[in-house]
């Protein structure tokens, strides 16, 4: 995760995933079985801050997919 000054500071993190269009929520770092071939993931990150509020800026947070 990168933030500017200040960003990063009291702030809690909830991650959730979906696969294959699924419309059910898997909380993150969950291990899931799939079967060979391609899959898609979308991947919902919030980011809660308290107290205070974010300072204006560019954020970023990286996602990591491993395979077994």
Not at 20 to 46: A, E, F, Y
Not at 58 to 66: C, D, I, L
């Amino acid at each position: 995760m990168s933030a500017p000054s200040g960003g990063d500071t009291n702030v809690t993190f909830a991650t959730v995933f979906r696969l294959d269009g699924s419309g059910v929520d898997i909380p993150g770092s969950s291990p899931q079985r799939v079967i060979n071939g391609t899959h898609t993931i979308q991947v919902d990150l919030t980011a809660t801050k308290s107290p205070g509020i974010f300072p204006a800026g560019n954020y970023q947070g990286a996602v990591t997919v491993r395979c077994e």
